[in-house]
């Protein structure tokens, strides 16, 4: 049985059994029936309900005349993500700035989760990263022909009529590099540092390891920031009415 966090076990201690069910019903059975939830999805679950909560949070306590620090912060990330879409986006941005919010806070959280004591970030796990780019991947496209109806397939034919087969076969692998390209970025970095974090802290307990985790932090913040702005890249592309 796989190494488990306390979360991890407190959650396969009470929910194994539904966990079992709802993979044997998509007939996915668990390799470890004791233990069905891995620490990647405790921590993507946690990270969930924190959200949840910290949303229904900010939702009671709006205020036009005294705003909070919570409420201030959140404004903030959508201002960010709304100057960010108008810019990339244009016209129409607004219908995005939703799903890239949402895209950006899961992933920042997931980032930085893995400093607290006893948790660790579901983005070094390469399932989650992919999760997300497979999402996004979807979204821009059924966001294209929406936008676009059956018009969208002319965006991987090219100029040419005569180049059309070689140009779709282009297309294609170059949208598909793109799931890769998101999972791959974003896995690798959040890998490479709690891997970093972890041997400081083995080798030099106080002190040196600060550093890192500052290091961490600023890396969470980048790398949430690059899965962000592409997105918002492709989908410009997706519903741009000029192919």
Same mark, same amino acid.
């Given at each position: ?48 309900? +924190? #959200?949840?909560? =910290?949303?229904? @949070?900010?939702?009671?306590? /709006? ?6 620090? *919570? ?84 965006? +991987? #034919?090219?100029? =040419?009529?005569? @180049?059309?087969?070689?140009? /779709? ?6 949208? *598909? ?67």
């Amino acid at each position: 049985m796989p190494e488990q966090l306390w979360i991890t076990a407190l959650l396969n201690k009470h929910f194994a059994g539904v966990a079992n069910a709802i993979m044997n019903a998509v007939h996915v059975p668990s390799a470890h029936p004791q233990a069905p939830i891995t620490n990647y999805v405790a921590m993507q679950l946690l990270v969930f309900v +924190f #959200l949840i909560l =910290v949303f229904i @949070l900010v939702r009671m306590r /709006l205020s036009v005349d005294d705003p909070g620090p *919570l409420q201030h912060t959140f404004e903030g990330i959508d201002s960010f993500i709304n100057t960010t879409a108008h810019e990339v986006i244009g016209h129409g941005y607004h219908q995005y700035t939703s799903f890239l919010a949402t895209l950006g806070v899961f992933i920042l959280c997931c980032n930085l989760i893995g400093l607290i004591p006893g948790f660790e970030s579901p983005t070094a796990i390469p399932s989650v990263p992919l999760g997300c780019a497979v999402v996004t991947w979807f979204y821009y496209h059924l966001n294209g022909i929406r936008k676009n109806g059956f018009g969208y397939i002319k965006h +991987f #034919l090219g100029p =040419v009529w005569w @180049l059309a087969p070689l140009m /779709l076969v282009i297309e294609v692998a170059s949208h *598909l590099a793109r799931i890769l390209s998101l999972t791959v970025r974003l896995f690798a970095n959040m890998f490479a540092g709690d891997m970093v974090t972890l041997v400081f802290f083995s080798l030099v307990p106080i002190g040196i390891p600060v550093i890192f985790m500052l290091l961490h932090i600023g890396v969470s913040f980048i790398q949430t920031y690059i899965f962000v702005l592409l997105p918002t890249v492709y989908i410009g592309e997706a519903v741009a009415h000029e192919h």
